[in-house]
């Protein structure tokens, strides 16, 4: 039992809390430092080591930190679209944890988007990316995806060097390319984009919640006494939240260097009314990390609150074809209803919120005039 907070088969909830509360703070101590000190922001223990490294890490931490603050500039960056109005971060915006606050997205020329944008809260550990593909596993690879997608379009780019040109036009990127990939000798190409963002990526890890101080720094204030109550009420057996959102992230498996050859799992939670049902397991499990902050929820943005989630558990699930039987029909009185979500809400990680604000190299920046607001 790696994460302190898996649950294994006969272990109640209680025991399951109180495991996670003995992880000793030498292990917190231990800790290797992290990505803080990409942002120029106070270095702190980083996440608890019993989480594990996310593969990908590099041995050469400054080698990784030139990369991740090139992968910061480049997250933020519009001239990564092919019409100089959108970055990355245009959808996962940083004030709402690393999502859009709409249902589904928007690329640059207007398309809707056939999903909602995820976070990409402690998206390094993911054993799969995206909603639906157990094939992309790889953040250097998903990068390519939003960039060049065709159908629809979201960045609109058609060709490398439609980005690689403009980039090269500036100073601070020749630099910043140059010093993050001293061997080569075209530091600038959509291959060491695609690396930089992906050794941004690595260093977006939530571990500040109250939960977390609740749970690794023995701070029995950090939860309310709703969230406590809450919290048993995730961990038991009658409401099976966490059969699929598993361990400290509350997600699909995870895949560390504590256990590198995890499988990606899909469930579907009767929402599936698509024509993917039929060929499909359904959707990765999301993290509820920062869950308060990234409404509208599931893969198509359906429903609004926390409160409408809980209550489509409440009924088993929706009606799609192919929905998981790990779903299991429950009542909720208000008042447990209330205190589930209270438990949902001290997942947010004020500080991570307010780092990825921070990570922003340019707030202010003015969009070209053809941009629509
Ligand atoms: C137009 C809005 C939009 C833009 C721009 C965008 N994304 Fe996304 N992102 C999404 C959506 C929507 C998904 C879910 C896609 C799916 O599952 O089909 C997603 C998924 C992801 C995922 C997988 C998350 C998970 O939980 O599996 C990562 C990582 C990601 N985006 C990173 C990026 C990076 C890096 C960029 C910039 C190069 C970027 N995104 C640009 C909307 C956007
Ligand atoms: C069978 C596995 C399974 C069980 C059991 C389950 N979930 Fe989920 N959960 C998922 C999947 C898969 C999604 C994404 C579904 C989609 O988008 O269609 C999801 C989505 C969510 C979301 C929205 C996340 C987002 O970012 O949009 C919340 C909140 C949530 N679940 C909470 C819960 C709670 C609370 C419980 C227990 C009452 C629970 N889940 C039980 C698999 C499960």
New binding site residues.
């Given amino acids: 039992m790696r994460t302190g907070i898996r649950p294994t088969g006969g272990c109640s909830a209680a025991a399951r809390i109180l495991l996670a509360l003995l992880i000793p703070s030498a292990v917190l101590l231990a800790t290797a430092v992290w990505a803080a000190g990409t942002h120029g922001i106070a270095v702190d223990d980083g996440p608890p080591a019993v989480w594990g490294t996310p593969l990908g890490r590099m041995a050469d931490p400054e080698r990784e930190q030139a990369m991740a603050e090139l992968g910061r500039q480049l997250?933020f960056e519009t001239r990564?679209s092919a019409n100089d109005c959108?970055?990355?971060a245009?959808?996962?915006r940083p004030e709402l944890a690393l999502t859009?606050g709409q249902a589904?997205?928007?690329?640059i020329y207007g398309d809707r988007?056939?999903?909602?944008?995820?976070t990409?809260t402690n998206?390094a550990y993911?054993a799969?990316?995206?909603?639906?593909?157990a094939g992309v596993e790889l953040?250097e690879d998903?990068?390519r995806l939003?960039?060049f997608n065709t159908e629809p379009p979201?960045?609109g780019l058609t060709s490398e060097a439609q980005v690689v040109d403009k980039l090269k036009q500036d100073k601070k990127y020749q630099a910043m390319f140059a010093r993050a990939f001293p061997e080569q000798s075209k530091p600038l190409t959509l291959e060491t984009i695609l690396q930089s963002?992906a050794a941004f990526?690595r260093t977006l890890v939530s571990y500040q919640s109250p939960f977390d101080r609740y749970v690794y720094q023995g701070d029995h204030e950090a939860l309310s006494d709703s969230a406590k109550r809450g919290m048993q009420l995730f961990y038991s057996r009658r409401l099976g939240c966490v059969t699929c959102h598993h361990s400290w992230n509350f997600s699909a498996p995870l895949r560390t260097d504590l256990e590198p050859d995890t499988e990606a799992t899909f469930h579907d939670t009767g929402l599936d009314v698509t024509e993917f049902a039929a060929s499909q397991n359904g959707f990765?499990t999301?993290t509820l990390r920062n869950i308060a902050v990234t409404a509208p929820y599931m893969h198509d943005g359906r429903f609004k609150t926390l409160a409408e989630v809980i209550t489509h558990y409440e009924q088993g699930g929706g009606e799609g074809v192919n929905k998981s039987g790990l779903l299991r029909q429950f009542s909720l009185t208000d008042k447990q209803r209330t205190d589930l979500i209270d438990f949902l809400n001290h997942l947010t990680d004020k500080q991570f919120i307010e780092r990825m604000i921070k990570s922003d190299p340019e707030p202010d920046r003015l969009l070209p005039e053809h941009c629509s607001p």
Avoid: Y
């Avoid at 589904?104 to 690329?107: E, K, P, R, S």
């Fill in positions: 997250f990564l959108m970055s990355c245009t959808c996962h859009d589904t997205a928007v690329g988007q056939p999903r909602n944008t995820p990409l998206i993911a799969s990316l995206t909603w639906l593909d953040l998903q990068a939003p960039l979201e960045m963002l990526e990765k999301p």
